[in-house]
């Protein structure tokens, strides 16, 4: 498990410098369109599309990282209340729903690409690249509580942080 650990840890970082860039392409698209209203009189036509596609992206590729990095909002206090097996079991149930619920989306995804046909508009990519960085962290964030699941069968503690340096 420890190279499926450093291999998801660096994506976790990879996928972080993705979100962040097309955050930072947001900004600047979105920059670019004020600026040329103040001194152009008309703004960017394309400037909206672009800010889309990239607060799409930014928020799929940011969907692994939550996970990885255990930032998502957890309701435990009543697992947390039990005793180490009960809150192991508890561990182990839920990394095993989570599976579950991403491998049935996982295996949706090819139909709902194929469906996602046509271009976007002044963007010049075809629509399902809108969803593929969705699928990408679906898988990655399986093999992530995977991960976790054999942590628990072997008994080791529920990690707090994960890091690409901490692994």
Not at 9 to 16: K, M, P, S, T, Y
Not at 61 to 76: M, P
Not at 145 to 162: C, N, Q, T, Y
Request: glycine share 6%; charged share 15%.
């Amino acid at each position: 498990m420890p190279v499926l650990d450093r291999i998801l840890a660096v994506i976790d970082r990879l996928f972080l410098v993705g979100a962040n860039a097309a955050l930072f392409a947001m900004l600047l698209v979105t920059a670019l369109n004020v600026a040329s209203r103040a001194f152009l009189g008309q703004g960017v036509v394309w400037a909206f599309p672009i800010s889309i596609v990239c607060f799409v992206w930014m928020s799929f590729l940011g969907f692994f990282v939550v996970y990885r990095q255990n930032k998502d909002i957890t309701v435990d206090f009543l697992l947390n209340a039990t005793p180490p097996p009960v809150r192991r079991a508890g561990r182990m149930l839920v990394d095993i729903a989570v599976i579950a619920l991403l491998l049935i989306i996982l295996r949706e995804a090819p139909e709902l690409i194929q469906r996602q046909v046509g271009n976007i508009e002044m963007v010049g990519i075809q629509r399902y690249w809108l969803s593929v960085p969705f699928f990408v962290s679906c898988g990655l964030i399986a093999l992530h509580f995977f991960s976790d699941f054999v942590h628990a069968l072997r008994g080791h503690p529920e990690p707090e942080h994960h890091h690409v340096g901490d692994i």
